[in-house]
C-alpha cells in the first residue's frame, strides 16, 4: 500500500512557475514508477508526465513537453512536478500516482493503482 499526498498548487499568472510534490508513504517508493494526471472541469483526466524509478527516464506530454520537468528524489520519497511557463490551458486539478507494475511510458489513468487526492492549479490570463 502508497498514500501519496500532493502540494504545491495555487494561483499563477501566465508565464509564471510552480512546484508541485508529491510525498509518498512506505518504504519500497523506490520500487513505484510515479506519474503526474491532471483534469480540468468538464474534461478527462489526462497524462501530464512519469518517471522511471530510478529517475533516469521521464516522459511527458506533448502538450507540456519543454516546459514542465518531473523528478523524484527516493531518499525522500518524493516525486516533483516543475511548471514553468504556465498557460491559462494548464488549469487543472493535478493528481500524482503511483504503480510497481507498469514498465515504460504509460498514459492511461486506469492502469495506476495509487492516487493521491489532487492539488489545484490555476493559470490566470
Known amino acids: 500500500q502508497v498514500q501519496l499526498v500532493e502540494s504545491g498548487g495555487g494561483l499563477v499568472q501566465a508565464g509564471g512557475s510552480l512546484r508541485l510534490s508529491c510525498v509518498a508513504s512506505?518504504?519500497?517508493?523506490?520500487?513505484?514508477?510515479m506519474a503526474w494526471f491532471r483534469q480540468a472541469p468538464g474534461k478527462e483526466r489526462e497524462f501530464v508526465a512519469a518517471?522511471?524509478?530510478?529517475?533516469?527516464?521521464?516522459y511527458y506530454a506533448d502538450s507540456v513537453k519543454g516546459r514542465f520537468t518531473i523528478s523524484r528524489d527516493n531518499a525522500r520519497n518524493t516525486v516533483y512536478l516543475q511548471m514553468n511557463s504556465l498557460k491559462p490551458e494548464d488549469t487543472a486539478v493535478y493528481y500524482c500516482a503511483a504503480d510497481r507494475g507498469i514498465v515504460g511510458r504509460e498514459s492511461n489513468p486506469d492502469k495506476y493503482d495509487y492516487w493521491g487526492q489532487g492539488t489545484q492549479v490555476t493559470v490566470s490570463s
Open positions: 518517471s522511471s524509478w530510478s529517475g533516469g527516464v521521464a
Open positions: 512506505g518504504r519500497t517508493f523506490v520500487s513505484y514508477k
